[in-house]
């Protein structure tokens, strides 16, 4: 059964385009596998040579056969776009693939019959023959990210960073032997930290020296990211779990905890009032 689909492999290299043609031949050699080259052309020129191409392509074939561009990059692949849609052939398509892999596996597909939409996917497909742990054997490893180098940071607060989460980020910074700074200002400083105006979301960059710095960096950085809850809120929880303390006005006093209060603090019996 003859194949019903060709390829032009278009390149700006000639060279590099009938190389191309010559490995997939071997492969697929009742495949049509035409070259063409358009070195250091302009647009207009290389898409009338893609055009011409096509023609002498298509006389080869029946009326009912399709044509896949190949291209590698730069004007080869805006030629075959614009010769497309010049064009306007359902049958002529550009292929999606790496240039020699691509190729082969479409003309192959071609060669057993497959029809112009599984040409396509054999072609998109071929770009799983780079795997990523090939691509990590041949890539030199990421360099490692120092833990001492100046960190950003997006502040978690709920409120902006008013005095009382200041104040405790300040303790949480000049809590290590370490000079920590929060967009390069000293965070040692609760007035400095306020002058920022910092708003909830928003970057910050904190930096840190010192023999602890990482320690301070961590400390810090934990701090500033916390989805801390309203300062407002936070008072009146810390005001809902403090006991009240005894003897306020309108409480009346259970016996037992008056005689354990009065045996804590060390005091005798009260004085019973004698009648006159």
């Given at each position: 059964?003859?194949?019903?689909?060709?390829?032009?492999?278009?390149?700006?290299?000639?060279?590099?385009?009938?190389?191309?043609?010559?490995?997939?031949?071997?492969?697929?050699?009742?495949?049509?596998?035409?070259?063409?080259?358009?070195?250091?052309?302009?647009?207009?020129?290389?898409?009338?040579?893609?055009?011409?191409?096509?023609?002498?392509?298509?006389?080869?074939?029946?009326?009912?056969?399709?044509?896949?561009?190949?291209?590698?990059?730069?004007?080869?692949?805006?030629?075959?776009?614009?010769?497309?849609?010049?064009?306007?052939?359902?049958?002529?398509?550009?292929?999606?693939?790496?240039?020699?892999?691509?190729?082969?596996?479409?003309?192959?597909?071609?060669?057993?019959?497959?029809?112009?939409?599984?040409?396509?996917?054999?072609?998109?497909?071929a770009a799983q023959f780079f795997p990523d742990e090939d691509a990590?054997?041949?890539?030199?490893?990421?360099?490692?990210?120092?833990?001492?180098?100046?960190?950003?940071?997006v502040y978690g607060g709920a409120e902006p960073l008013s005095a009382?989460?200041?104040?405790?980020?300040?303790?949480?910074?000049?809590?290590?032997?370490?000079?920590?700074?929060?967009?390069?200002?000293?965070?040692?400083?609760?007035?400095?930290?306020?002058g920022l105006k910092v708003q909830p979301g928003a970057e910050l960059?904190?930096?840190?020296?010192?023999?602890?710095?990482?320690?301070?960096?961590?400390?810090?950085?934990?701090?500033?990211?916390?989805?801390?809850?309203?300062?407002?809120?936070?008072?009146?929880?810390?005001?809902?779990?403090?006991?009240?303390?005894?003897?306020?006005?309108?409480?009346?006093?259970?016996?037992?905890?008056?005689?354990?209060?009065?045996?804590?603090?060390?005091?005798?019996?009260?004085?019973?009032?004698?009648?006159?």
């Open positions: 059964m003859r194949p019903k689909t060709a390829f032009i492999i278009v390149s700006q290299s000639q060279t590099l385009a009938r190389g191309v043609c010559e490995v997939v031949a071997t492969l697929a050699p009742e495949v049509i596998v035409e070259p063409c080259g358009c070195h250091d052309e302009g647009l207009g020129t290389a898409s009338q040579i893609v055009t011409t191409k096509v023609s002498e392509v298509m006389e080869k074939m029946a009326e009912q056969d399709a044509i896949v561009l190949m291209a590698d990059f730069g004007a080869a692949r805006l030629a075959c776009q614009q010769v497309i849609t010049d064009l306007g052939e359902r049958s002529l398509r550009l292929g999606r693939g790496p240039l020699i892999e691509g190729t082969a596996a479409g003309a192959v597909a071609a060669a057993q019959g497959a029809d112009l939409a599984e040409v396509l996917r054999s072609i998109s497909a990590a054997d041949i890539l030199p490893p990421a360099p490692a990210m120092d833990p001492l180098a100046p960190r950003t940071v009382r989460p200041a104040a405790r980020l300040a303790r949480i910074a000049t809590g290590f032997d370490a000079g920590v700074t929060i967009n390069d200002i000293d965070a040692g400083s609760v007035l400095a930290l306020m960059r904190i930096a840190a020296e010192g023999a602890e710095s990482r320690r301070a960096l961590d400390a810090v950085e934990a701090e500033l990211s916390a989805p801390n809850a309203p300062e407002s809120q936070e008072i009146a929880t810390r005001q809902q779990a403090e006991p009240q303390a005894a003897g306020q006005p309108g409480e009346a006093l259970d016996p037992t905890a008056s005689a354990e209060l009065i045996k804590r603090i060390g005091v005798g019996p009260l004085p019973v009032s004698l009648e006159k």
